[in-house]
């Protein structure tokens, strides 16, 4: 069973920054890209950030809404994956999720975030 645990969101204003983690099981972790997806109400959920696996290198990439504020990140001792997110703007209001990429079937609770004054 996949293991996605999501947390770290919450109600911050314009300008503000929140940092999103996702702890998983070892062995996604290790040999998988995985990414943060976002939902917003009445949207498709899309893929907002990704990194490939530890031994792929961890690069990662950014859909262009997100490019030069957020930043997906790994600890390799924790098995979780990271989403800091800066400069946030109303727009990025979403439920945002984890997975591998391409996603597992199951998905995780999700965590909302809120950019509002």
């Known amino acids: 069973q996949v293991q996605l645990v999501e947390s770290g969101g919450g109600l911050v204003q314009p300008g503000g920054s929140l940092r999103l983690s996702c702890a998983t099981s070892?062995?996604?972790?290790?040999?998988?890209?995985m990414g943060w997806y976002r939902q917003a109400p009445g949207k498709q959920r899309d893929l907002v950030a990704q990194?490939?696996?530890?031994?792929?290198?961890?690069?990662?990439t950014y859909a262009d809404s997100v490019k030069g504020r957020f930043t997906i990140s790994r600890d390799n001792a924790k098995d979780t994956i990271y989403l800091q997110m800066n400069n946030l703007k109303s727009e990025d209001t979403a439920v945002y999720y984890c997975?591998?990429?391409?996603?597992?079937?199951?998905w995780g609770q999700g965590t909302q975030v809120t950019v509002s004054s």
């Open positions: 997975n591998r990429n391409p996603p597992f079937p199951q």
């Open positions: 070892r062995n996604t972790y290790w040999i998988n890209t």
């Open positions: 990194i490939t696996s530890v031994t792929s290198g961890s690069s990662t």
